[in-house]
């Protein structure tokens, strides 16, 4: 019997989400009172469209909500999707995620917070890509980072220029010749498609690999791509939205922080919460503004207003006046691939981020192991622990026998962490293995190894 999914939001996350999920074996209905965003669902996704208002019981009336196995408000508005999910769960739907933007409701001292209106999970998209943002200030030659097994193993994103020693090798050889380093090439993108690529796949230029490695080696690996890290000084923000403040209160007292910001109501308005913070009023496209604060001496710049566009060119200006590392934030997917081709070093987008977490949530509450999407790059990780009586120990199979199409990046046994890159690294009983592989490949990975 399929899963019933009500989302309530058919923006940019819930559209995402409703695309993604409707590939699935899920029962898709979504509401929304914007009748273009319900025809672009109508459209293109297999889902029942509802108009009208996600806060309102009348809408509710005339679905079975009992049969709801998951509720999902997504609206850009926490006070629709807290009033939704109180009436929802006396509609009697079974579990409730949601969608909030204020991080007031997770301050400890929070006169309401998301239990009292029955939300059993909370998904902060500002924060999330926050997060994502300073890993990435922190780990300056990456696209993308993420940590797995509290922080043991990082999965790093990196961009093979034409000058990297990688490029024009084998993956195999690679292994050989870095003893040292041990790590796996768990997915490449190439020509706007990702892959899982195999011991015989060469590196080219312009690839973007995402390597699996011990966390305390990320530093070598980004030298052994050609890319080794650079000490981060000075940070220019473009914006004053969520996602600018957000950074600023957390970077502000570890590096020299400048805030670029159009609106001077804006800059007077949050100056007083963001003391080590430089604010300064004025067009982050004026070249003359950029110079006069010397631009060539900022080391990080990150793109975040709300408008992709503006976001676009500043990246590409401050670029061309030399900045090493250019961040920039999107909200809607139509400019991933194009904003990968243009020099940006990183793309981060909120929505993405947000869509990623609800997947991460509903996959694993389904199934015996713990799922995490990577929709930018198609692309899912599997962290899966390893049964006695598998298909992998009763047919004696050995790591090599392992399905090219499934990449085991990294096996975790009594908090020790093995790579398993050559020969002599085997799997146990009970093993926690991280996996990367395509949506399609996931059962194939359960059914070896549960």
Do not use: W
Not at 14 to 26: H, I, W
Not at 55 to 64: G, H, P, V
Not at 75 to 103: M, P, Q, W
């Amino acid at each position: 019997m399929s899963i019933k999914i009500l989302l309530v939001g058919a923006g940019e996350v819930g559209f995402n989400l409703a695309r993604y999920l409707s590939k699935e074996n899920y029962d898709i209905t979504v509401i929304d009172n914007n009748s273009d965003k319900c025809n672009r669902i109508k459209n293109t996704i297999d889902a029942h469209v509802i108009e009208g208002d996600g806060a309102s019981q009348r809408i509710y009336e005339n679905i079975d909500m009992q049969n709801i196995d998951y509720f999902l408000p997504l609206t850009r508005h926490d006070e629709v999707n807290l009033v939704a999910s109180k009436i929802a769960k006396k509609f009697g739907v079974k579990k409730i995620i949601s969608r909030l933007r204020n991080t007031e409701y997770i301050h400890k001292n929070a006169v309401l917070k998301p239990k009292e209106f029955n939300i059993d999970y909370v998904t902060y998209p500002e924060k999330a890509a926050q997060i994502e943002i300073e890993s990435l200030v922190k780990q300056t030659s990456a696209v993308e980072v993420q940590e797995f097994e509290s922080n043991l193993i990082t999965l790093i994103g990196i961009k093979l220029e034409v000058s990297s020693p990688l490029v024009g090798r084998a993956v195999k050889n690679v292994y050989l010749s870095n003893p040292f380093t041990p790590h796996i090439c768990a997915v490449i993108y190439r020509n706007d498609e990702s892959f899982v690529p195999h011991k015989n796949t060469i590196y080219k230029k312009n690839d973007v690999v995402y390597f699996v490695v011990d966390t305390d080696l990320v530093d070598d690996v980004q030298k052994m791509a050609g890319k080794p890290p650079f000490k981060v000084k000075n940070i220019m923000i473009l914006g004053l939205g969520k996602i600018a403040r957000l950074l600023a209160k957390s970077l502000q007292y570890d590096y020299n922080v400048k805030i670029v910001e159009k609106e001077s109501y804006k800059a007077k308005k949050y100056s007083s919460t963001l003391e080590e913070s430089l604010i300064l009023v004025g067009d982050g496209l004026d070249h003359e503004l950029l110079e006069s604060e010397n631009i060539h001496d900022i080391d990080c710049f990150i793109a975040t207003t709300e408008n992709e566009k503006t976001n676009m060119l500043a990246s590409l200006i401050v670029k061309h006046h030399g900045v090493k590392q250019v961040i920039m934030h999107i909200s809607t997917t139509d400019y991933i691939k194009s904003v990968r081709t243009i020099g940006v070093d990183a793309v981060v987008s909120k929505n993405i981020s947000a869509v990623n977490e609800v997947l991460k949530i509903i996959q694993t509450n389904q199934e015996e192991v713990e799922i995490s999407r990577f929709e930018d790059i198609d692309i899912d990780s599997l962290e899966i622990t390893v049964k006695e009586n598998c298909k992998y120990f009763t047919r004696n199979y050995s790591i090599d026998n392992i399905p090219e199409s499934i990449c085991l990046s990294a096996i975790t046994r009594n908090k020790k962490v093995f790579i398993p890159n050559n020969s002599k690294i085997h799997i146990e009983p009970n093993d926690k293995l991280l996996i990367f592989l395509k949506p399609e490949t996931i059962s194939k990975a359960e059914s070896l190894f549960l």
